[in-house]
């Protein structure tokens, strides 16, 4: 097929030429001249040549596996996020009858800790609960009573005027825990364990006079106070008993006497130590400890 089209080409191109000479030999025009028609040739389509373009790289594209919800018990257990809080202590002092002041404690980031109070020279520890809060009913010691309260680093202070102070005689023995301490007042003519004396395991007398313990011994070294409160009528003889126990016998032990006064409270020191263990069962009696006290065995 191609080489035919390539003579009926040659042919008609022949054929042209002839015609063209002989129309310009013999001067016709070109509207004299007599049209020939020329074969039809099919050429091959054209090819479009073009750059290569080279397709960009296929990413290597690494797809995370689909997760698993979590499990609701699993995500109950996950603690929420911490809101910031105030994390001060605040301390009120409120009088009331009898010479008291009504302590409150609230101490939001000192939950379940160490509370100590602090008053005219005693120090007494408690425990707040679970919302760092805690109260306490504190015989004053001083008119214009000044408490402070320490927990978890930080410290408050409090102030109650305390106007029937005067009515009331104060006696305060503290102590670290020592084991076996305790005050107790006898009125005149009682007897030991008879009607007229107090103790931490006596209830109080009709005129309100009682022993008022102060202090948690369950607190990390627990600070006690134990105070004898008695209006100023009474006169009851005040004394001081240690028990010899197999836990404090032949050992040393300090406490402290705080009176109440006009000119605010005057302070007794206590430093003993005990008989050995052999003593287990006595009990040691400090007779209206003053200067110059005399150590009594029964």
């Not at 919302?131 to 410290?155: H, I, Q």
Request: aromatic share 4%; proline share 9%.
């Amino acid at each position: 097929m191609a080489v035919l089209r390539f003579l009926a080409t040659a042919a008609g191109c022949a054929a042209a030429a002839f015609a063209i000479g002989q129309f310009m030999e013999n001067g016709v025009s070109r509207a004299q001249a007599t049209p020939v028609d020329l074969p039809e040739t099919f050429p091959e389509a054209p090819v479009l040549i073009a750059a290569r373009v080279e397709a960009p790289p296929v990413p290597n594209i690494v797809f995370d596996r689909p997760q698993a919800p979590r499990d609701p018990a699993r995500l109950a257990g996950i603690a929420a996020p911490r809101v910031a809080r105030d994390c001060g202590l605040a301390l009120s002092a409120e009088p009331r009858p009898g010479a008291m002041a009504l302590l409150q404690v609230a101490a939001p980031c000192a939950r379940d800790a160490r509370l100590t109070l602090r008053h005219q020279g005693l120090t007494v520890t408690l425990l707040t609960d679970d919302e760092g809060r805690a109260e306490t009913l504190f015989p004053a010691l001083a008119k214009r009573a000044v408490f402070m309260a320490e927990a978890n680093g930080a410290s408050a202070v409090a102030a109650a005027d305390i106007a029937d102070l005067a009515e009331w005689r104060r006696v305060a023995l503290q102590s670290d825990g020592g084991e076996g301490l305790s005050l107790h007042a006898l009125a005149p003519g009682a007897r030991h364990g008879g009607e007229g004396h107090l103790s931490r395991d006596m209830p109080a007398s009709a005129s309100g006079a009682a022993v008022i313990v102060l202090g948690d011994p369950a607190a990390p070294l627990p600070r006690l106070v134990e105070i004898y409160s008695a209006p100023t009528g009474e006169r009851a003889a005040v004394s001081v008993e240690i028990e010899v126990t197999e836990a404090n016998c032949g050992r040393p032990v300090a406490a402290e006497l705080l009176q109440s006064g006009d000119r605010g409270p005057a302070g007794t020191g206590i430093e003993l130590t005990l008989p050995g263990c052999d003593a287990v069962g006595e009990l040691l009696v400090l007779q209206n400890p003053e200067p110059g006290m005399t150590v009594a065995s029964r």
